[in-house]
C-alpha cells in the first residue's frame, strides 16, 4: 500500500544508540510546515503561493521523491516512502 498525506506512519532510528521507532504524519508535499526554514526559501516562512510554485517546479523536474513527515518530536523532515511504514 502506498503512503499517501494525512497517513500515520512508523519509522526506525538511532541503530547506533538503541533503535527507537518514531511516529508521525504524512503532510502534503506542498504544506507550508515542510518548507519553513528550508534552504529554497532562504531558511524563513514561505507564502503559500511560493510553496506551491516551487512543488510545481519539483515535480516537472522529478526531483521530489520523498515525502514530508511531521514527527511527534516537532520537527518536519523529508522521508524516503520506502523506509516509513503504516501505523496501526
Known sequence: MAIKTGDTVIAVYGRHNGQREYTGVVLARNDIRAWTGAVAFDYAEPTQAA???????????????????AWEFGKVYWEEPDRLVLAC
Open 51 to 69: 510553496v506551491d510554485a516551487h512543488v510545481a517546479w519539483c515535480e516537472r523536474t522529478g526531483c521530489l521523491g520523498r515525502v514530508p513527515v
